[in-house]
């Protein structure tokens, strides 16, 4: 399996790069409560879908950072951004999926259509 991550806080992309999982940047991604989070899910999921990568692990510092800090209410925040990124991601994976299968049915069409 080839796996990548993003993770701009340099220690959580070190222990990838250890065990071979590349590490990818994602532009205004920076590991604090001010990340892009859509960002990390646009690059994941082009690392996912033409990037030749079976998986992608995104971490998300700002989720952690809230609870050391001891701010309840940001913590909620963050997991709610944190949701809507996922559910970014599965949309972008899922329409992937339904254009491969439409070029997948339209080329099993066309080779039929040569045998017939």
């Not at 859509?38 to 079976?54: E, H, I, N, T």
């Not at 940001?74 to 992937?96: N, S, T, W, Y």
């Amino acid at each position: 399996m080839k796996g990548c991550l993003i993770a701009p806080t340099k220690i959580i992309a070190g222990l990838g790069m250890s065990f071979d999982v590349v590490s990818l940047d994602a532009p205004g991604a920076t590991g604090s409560y001010d990340s892009h989070f859509a960002s990390k899910a646009a690059v994941a999921a082009d690392a996912l879908v033409s990037g030749g990568f079976d998986f992608c692990l995104i971490h998300v510092k700002a989720v952690d950072d809230t609870g050391h800090d001891r701010m309840l209410a940001m913590k909620v925040k963050f997991l709610e951004v944190i949701g809507r990124m996922i559910g970014h991601l599965l949309v972008r994976l899922h329409d992937a999926e339904q254009q491969q299968q439409q070029q997948q049915q339209q080329t099993e069409a066309k080779q039929k259509e040569g045998q017939g």
